[in-house]
């Protein structure tokens, strides 16, 4: 007599989660240097904005290169059979964030040692796992992760950046800062170091939660308050997007502007018929 061991299928997520993405030059800058992907997947959705930086083009070279990469590491580790305890799976998740970060940062490395007029480019990055009804968020530099629940607009990232650390160490005011213009000085990104440093969040959802990815070119436009009216407007993500990115030209472009936004919905009562 033989027994079939069969591994039992991951619980089913309480959620569901749709996306839109936008990515716009803005008013300013001769090339877009900005990379965004989203994907719905049955395990883990995903979405992922990388800000570029460097010589003429080689922005643009890093952060497409960047998102590749994130976005391949993720969906092999998606694939794999998912551990049955919750801490388990999102420590899976976790490890998994760190490694495809590691990755893309080796790439881009190794993509510039080859390619001279890449020399010195790097990347921003800010990279989203969604399951079951768990969000954990890796980055790098000034993109950011923004969470809006019932009117609010919370920010889950805290930005790598000269100027954060002297709001950290009492050295200068928020709205200070705000005025500035020091803002694009970075103190972490893809490709500037041998080892990448993300930082990991982990937040739970509900249904009705918008997260929002964007670059600089958002947030140096728009503020907080500017940002959760426009999610809170009860029309179609594809509208939000591109009102966000309208309002960020409005206010002089200054940058490129990218943008995603994902909704938490509640599955279907029949997903498993």
């Known amino acids: 007599m033989f027994l079939s061991l069969r591994r039992p299928p991951p619980p089913e997520s309480q959620w569901r989660y749709a996306f839109v993405q ?29 800000d570029g930086m460097g010589g003429y083009q080689a922005g643009e070279v890093a952060s497409a290169l ?13 694939a794999q059979p998912a551990p049955s305890s919750v801490p388990a799976r999102m420590a899976a998740v976790h490890r998994a964030l ?3 970060v590691q990755k893309a940062n080796t790439a881009v ?29 890796a980055h790098l ?17 805290t930005d790598h950046s000269w100027l954060q650390e002297l709001i950290d160490a009492g050295h200068i005011s928020v709205e200070a800062a705000a005025q500035s213009g020091q803002g694009h000085l970075i103190t972490r990104a893809l490709g500037v170091s041998a080892r990448a440093q993300p930082t990991l969040y982990e937040e739970p959802l509900e249904a009705g939660d918008r997260v929002l990815l964007c670059s600089d070119g958002l947030s140096d436009m ?7 009216a426009l999610l809170a407007l009860p029309q179609p993500l594809s ?8 309002q960020a030209n409005a206010r002089g472009g200054h940058d490129n502007i990218s943008v995603i936004i994902a909704a938490v919905e509640p599955a279907p009562a029949d997903q498993d018929h």
């Open 109 to 137: 490395r190794a993509h510039a040692a080859r390619h001279p007029e890449c020399e010195g480019m790097g990347t921003t990055v800010v990279a989203a796992v969604f399951t079951q009804d768990r969000l954990v968020v």
């Open 222 to 228: 728009l503020g907080a308050a500017d940002i959760a």
């Open 66 to 78: 960047a998102v590749q990469c994130v976005v391949q590491s993720l969906q092999h580790s998606a």
């Open 98 to 100: 760190e490694q495809c």
């Open 239 to 246: 509208l939000q997007a591109d009102q966000l990115i309208a």
């Open 22 to 50: 936008r990515t716009d030059r803005g008013l300013v800058r001769a090339n877009n240097e900005d990379a965004v992907h989203a994907e719905a997947g049955a395990a883990w959705s995903l979405a992922v904005l990388a």
């Open 141 to 157: 530099g000034d993109s950011r992760a923004y969470l809006w629940r019932r009117g609010t607009l919370r920010q889950l990232t």
